[in-house]
């Protein structure tokens, strides 16, 4: 019920919105794959300036919580990691998923990042700050679910049973 602070009209679809670790800037990313920030602290004529973009829509924006670094992920499952508030440098890619991201994580417990492609079979552990690929692990694994039985009850019309998938995940850091 309450009404806007502020608002501003953007020519193109917006597909994510993030706030900077601060609170004094918003970042949105459009489908045409550009970020744009505005600062809140600025006065009320504040105009959206572009930060950075990538070659396809942006799906995820969020701050690494222990480093300043924006992490970015498009539609082509393409991750970068950009020093903040300089978003225009480049820190480093994570490159391993070649469809849309589900999910992108970047823990605050540890320097990790963790991202899943849109299927959910494996999520990918990265460190923050290399972009190396520590390890793929299998959902079936994560989700300490056994393979379902192949040709049993459970089995699709195909025959053959549908593996465990990730749709979300959250950080829970007293358990690592």
């Known amino acids: 019920s309450a009404a806007p602070i502020r608002q501003w009209t953007h020519g193109k679809k917006i597909g994510c919105v993030a706030f900077s670790p601060d609170g004094n800037t918003v970042l949105f990313a459009d489908l045409f794959g550009e970020v744009y920030t505005v600062s809140l602290l600025a006065g009320g004529g504040a105009e959206p300036t572009i930060a950075l973009g990538h070659l396809s829509p942006i799906s995820h924006m969020a701050f690494h919580p222990s480093a300043p670094s924006l992490l970015t992920a498009d539609r082509e499952g393409h991750v970068r990691s950009s020093a903040w508030p300089h978003a225009f440098v480049i820190d480093c890619y994570y ?57 049993g009850a459970d089995a699709s019309s195909s025959g053959a049973a549908e593996p465990a998938a990730v749709a979300c995940g959250c950080e829970v850091a007293a358990q690592g």
């Not at 079979?121 to 390890?135: F, P, Q, S």
């Open 95 to 151: 490159l391993e998923h070649t469809s849309p991201l589900v999910l992108m994580l970047p823990l605050a417990a540890a320097p990790l990042i963790l991202t899943c492609a849109t299927d959910g079979k494996a999520v990918c552990a990265w460190t923050a700050h290399t972009g190396e690929l520590l390890r793929k692990h299998e959902a079936d694994e994560l989700l300490s679910m056994p393979p379902p039985p192949q040709g």
